[in-house]
């Protein structure tokens, strides 16, 4: 039953002292790939030395998270242009996607968060990569700089919107990542939407050391949780969880292939 996480920051600093014993603990519970994801131009150095680290079980993508909006410059859009280009060996391998990349009603400059959304929706048609999207207000938004961009395939990072707005992403060719917030018997809006769906649209992640999974909160989360996030999906969906664990797999590498 080989489960792939997605979404989680192993390379961020809560992993620093530990970050062996983490991989090992989610490889235990059958967590066998892990995606990284890019989140300024200052850290991508770091990211790419973690995922060499791990060569086997780690992939990685490249991008400028809203949430770090301070730390941008509109110069990074060519940096991330010349990373792509110089990525070589084992790392060029590990490259799958551009992201974590967004909108983000509840961080500042929006007209930059989307200037650099645009650019880099751009480079993600020159180089063929699927996206990885974050939102947090914006998920309409979103989708019509999606849209107008001609990007097909990706991820929506937690989706937490209706049945309706999962709809319209899966008709424009995205998967929907499925975190911790299933966990949670209060997210009735998205416990529906991600039941109603249908498993082939679906991707797990935890967005660890983020976004707690139920009955773990003021904890650090862990890429080992993605079982407990599956195990919660199976009962919603009353299906075995090898089962789904298999079609959830494949659908992560069809995806980051
Ligand atoms: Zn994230």
Redesign the pocket.
Known sequence: MPLYDT?C?LDFAAFDNDREEVVAAAQAKGVERFML?G?AAQQWPKLIDVCQQFSAEFRFSLGL?PYFIEQHEVEHIKTLADCFESLSGIAQSQCKAIG?IGLDATCAKPELQLSLLNKQLGLATDYQLPVIL?HRKTLDELLKAVRNAGIERGVV?AFSGSYEQANAWVEQGFKLGVGGTITYLRAKKTRDAITRIGVEHLVLET?AP?MPVCGYQGQRNEPQRVKLILDSLAELLQESPNELSSVLWQNSLALFN
Do not use: G, K, S
């Open positions: 979404h920051h994801l989140v998270h974590e974050h990072h967005d983020d």
